[in-house]
């Protein structure tokens, strides 16, 4: 199941093609698409989750190549 949809988020240095709303509401033709910057995600699950798959969509022309995926039950303390 998708942990992430429609939970709270918050996007910084960012520049949106169609809008941060749309950037977890499980349609795969409405992405966030960074402007030049490299932007920052955090979604709060609301909870705490085994993760086994991570699946991140950008478009055809877009392909994301180098990222951190970081976890945090407290919002301070991060690891990877």
């Known amino acids: 199941s998708n942990v992430v949809l429609n939970k709270p988020y918050e996007v910084t240095a960012g520049g949106w093609y169609w809008g941060p709303g749309k950037i977890n509401d499980g349609n795969l033709a409405s992405f966030d698409q960074p402007n030049g910057h490299l932007p920052t995600y955090t ?14 969509y ?4 877009n392909l994301p190549s180098n990222f951190d995926v970081k976890v945090s039950l407290d919002k301070t303390n991060w690891t990877l």
């Open 58 to 61: 950008s478009g055809a022309n």
């Open 43 to 56: 979604f709060d699950l609301q909870g705490a989750f085994t993760v086994d798959q991570f699946r991140m």
